[in-house]
């Protein structure tokens, strides 16, 4: 993952994320997906470029970026956990994994450490409502998640 | 039972391969599928048996997963849940002929919890490998789209209607006047839109489609093309679903290079094609106008109707929108009529629905049954009451703006308007069970913590409303105030239900107010805050 990039070179990708969906109607957040595949979140300077590139303003641009949870203005850790909180997984200990995240790593719910090895993130429904509780780790989806476990994941995520 | 004629192979012939199934579904894979798949071709390789491995979609038994089926003589024999630790075992006792051992658990179709379902919407799904074309069709697949291509648009839309098909979302709306307000129109464009963003809690119906039975979800939209004009579609799939978006994306590649998509579809003079569109993790673009938004790149602010989408939805064209179970179920009233899916049900509820067991309970999963269950039969006699073995407290049924409801009111049936009228709603089938641990004052705080997260912000009741009811059931349980607060709280409650735009601020009241009605003890002071 690369979290500095030089100006040419990204004008140059961002340039070629735009080329390769320009034929889509309304191309911006499937670029923006792309952008985001590309560099592990979406670097501010490519607010002004999307809109040249897509004849918009920047406030647009950004409007779309900063509404949806998905697409981080920061890099993530080297580990994301995400713990679901949606009803079904409260029903079944969600809440204790929220807790066991925060004494095993000092994060809440979207916070990333200041050495970059962890991200723990919340997520509202990952539909594995009758295996709960949830946790999505590294974008692996792991049902009947329990404490014991999840603190083993972060000590090694941690440690990583 | 004998087996299919159609299983890929002739079982038990010591060197023909013997067919097992791993499901791909991604709870199975949660649970840890795609090791066992590995280990059983490992270790079968190891003993010189031959295996075909099939990843199917999941029967819905989803406690069992990961569930293996082999294809025996007597029919499929499943066991579960396996574990890759139990493979070894497994094979040294003979599971690929289908002998006994611990975790045999008979063979799958005439297991009490299938076998008594009545699997209309969910018929292949478990059965067959979703993305394999020639096990679509010897499925049934297809019969429903060639018959509509055989019949004028406006006849497959008054077989819609009659079939008393209505929008599997959550609102209830009928599917036929939906497509005919579309029909009618007489723009040139039109789209088809598939909303795949199934953000409700407690509901995975619509990915188990997506992930199990693709082709028929693409059937089913290119049905709904042909019957209101449409040539271009989209599925719109959240993203916390990477598995139903590269299973849609695999199939439709598919379905094109077998002529279902495409120029003339099947020879008929239809043309129509479909992309997929991931969400970003937005809970509000589940609400169609919001989609329709993003669809077009744009923030998910919900949209003031009218006018209705169905005149000017997607880049303000004619737009039919419809769920995944809604369309997903299409292809089979086309096949059999509508005659037959209208014959199911109770009242105006009429055909299956797909209920969705989750939560706290000991057997989880999918349940297809006509409306009219009961939610004791589906928790008590399917779900096998709670997972932890406490009593049940409450029921969330309907998604995170769904009403709790207390176990005396388990005898409701399960149908749009019994439920409206207990004050409560179906939704999209969704049922959430708790233990006697829950705390609902703790509950109805979610619901108001979740609305002020996931609100659009383009309504003030929703916006504001939602913030401000957190900070008053924090008071409530503090007991500051407490009457003061109560009477705050309904008042907050009436507002948001009747000023706000759409029905995550319109709603968000209903698991408030129910938890505050059946639980009133839970919204006393608590120890040491008082």
Redesign the interface.
């Known amino acids: 993952m690369t979290t500095s990039v030089d100006d040419v070179t990204t004008q140059a990708a961002v340039s070629a994320i735009v080329a390769a969906h320009r034929g889509?109607?309304?191309?911006?957040?499937?670029i923006?997906?792309a952008i985001q595949a590309e560099w592990g979140h979406v670097p501010q300077e490519v607010v002004p470029l999307l809109a040249q590139e897509l004849n918009l303003s920047r406030a647009d641009v950004h409007?779309?970026i900063s509404?949806?949870?998905?697409?981080r203005r920061e890099p993530a850790g080297r580990t994301t956990v995400r713990i679901c909180r949606?009803?079904?997984?409260?029903?079944?200990g969600a809440g204790a994994l929220v807790t066991c995240a925060r004494d095993r790593t000092g994060l809440s719910p979207g916070e990333t450490r200041a050495d970059g090895s962890v991200t723990v993130d919340q997520?509202?429904?990952?539909?594995?409502?009758?295996?709960?509780p949830?946790v999505e780790v590294n974008?692996e989806?792991?049902?009947?998640m329990d404490t014991d476990r999840l603190r083993s994941i972060l000590d090694e995520a941690v440690a990583s | 039972m004998t087996p299919s004629p159609n299983s890929p192979n002739s079982p038990n012939s010591p060197n023909s391969p013997v067919t097992v199934y791993v499901p791909r579904d991604?709870?199975a894979?949660?649970?840890g599928a795609d090791a066992v798949a590995e280990t059983i071709r490992t270790a079968a390789a190891e003993l010189g048996r031959p295996v075909d491995v099939v990843r199917n979609g999941s029967r819905g038994m989803?406690?069992l997963?990961p569930l293996v089926e082999v294809v025996t003589p007597e029919g499929r024999v499943g066991y579960g849940p396996v574990a890759p630790s139990d493979v070894a075992g497994l094979l040294d006792a003979g599971f690929l002929d289908g002998a006994d051992h611990p975790l045999r658990l008979g063979v799958v179709d005439e297991l009490p919890w299938i076998s008594q379902q009545l699997r209309v919407t969910f018929a292949r799904i478990g059965i067959t490998d979703p993305l394999s074309p020639e096990d679509y069709e010897r499925h049934g697949g297809l019969v429903g789209l060639r018959r509509a291509l055989e019949t004028p648009p406006a006849d497959v839309v008054a077989e819609v209607t009659e079939s008393g098909l209505r929008g599997r979302g959550g609102a209830g709306f009928p599917a036929g006047i939906k497509w005919k307000t579309v029909l009618d129109c007489a723009d040139e464009l039109k789209f088809v839109c598939c909303n795949a963003d199934?953000?409700?809690?407690?509901?995975?119906a619509d990915?188990m489609v997506m992930e199990g039975d693709p082709f028929m979800l693409i059937e089913g939209m290119t049905i709904a093309a042909h019957a209101v004009g449409a040539r271009e579609g989209y599925f719109y799939i959240r993203?916390?679903?990477?598995d139903a978006v590269a299973t849609m994306r695999a199939a439709i590649e598919i379905a094109r290079e077998n002529n279902w998509l495409g120029d003339r579809i099947l020879g008929s003079d239809l043309s129509f094609d479909l992309?997929v569109?991931?969400?970003?993790?937005?809970?509000i673009c589940g609400e169609e106008t919001s989609m329709l938004e993003?669809?077009?790149?744009?923030?998910?602010l919900v949209r003031a109707k009218p006018p209705i989408p169905a005149i000017q939805g997607l880049?303000g064209k004619p737009t039919v929108v419809n769920n995944v179970l809604t369309l997903a179920t299409v292809p089979v009233i086309l096949a059999n009529g509508a005659k037959a899916y209208q014959e199911l049900g109770v009242e105006r509820s009429r055909g299956t629905q797909v209920f969705?067991?989750?939560?706290?309970?000991a057997r989880?999963?999918i349940v297809e049954t006509p409306f009219g269950v009961t939610l004791r039969q589906l928790i008590e006699e399917y779900g096998g009451g709670t997972?932890?073995g406490r009593p049940v407290r409450t029921v969330?049924v309907g998604g995170?703006l769904g009403a709790y409801l207390p176990t005396s009111m388990l005898d409701l049936p399960m149908d749009y308007e019994a439920f409206a009228a207990a004050g409560a709603m179906l939704g999209h089938g969704?049922v959430?069970?708790?233990?006697d641990t829950?705390d609902m004052a703790a509950?109805a705080r979610?619901a108001m913590e979740?609305c002020a997260?996931?609100s659009c912000g383009k309504c003030t009741p929703c916006r504001i409303g939602s913030v401000r009811g957190v900070e008053v059931i924090d008071r409530i349980v503090a007991d500051e105030e407490r009457e003061e607060n109560l009477a705050l709280l309904e008042d907050l409650c009436d507002l948001m239900t009747d000023g706000s735009l759409c029905a995550m601020g319109g709603l968000t009241p209903m698991p408030v107010r129910s938890a505050i009605e059946h639980f009133p003890d839970d919204f006393l002071a608590r120890e040491g805050t008082a």
């Open positions: 889509q109607r309304g191309p911006l957040l499937p923006v997906h409007g779309v509404f949806y949870d998905d697409f949606g009803e079904a997984c409260q029903a079944v997520v509202f429904c990952l539909g594995n409502c009758a295996l709960g949830a974008g989806m792991l049902g009947r | 991604s709870a894979r949660s649970v989803l406690w997963e199934e953000g409700d809690s407690g509901t995975f990915r993203s916390e679903y990477p992309h569109r991931v969400g970003a993790g937005a809970y993003s669809l077009e790149s744009k923030r998910g880049f969705q067991l989750g939560g706290n309970i989880g999963g997972r932890s969330q995170p969704g959430v069970v708790f233990d829950v509950q979610f979740f997260a996931e």
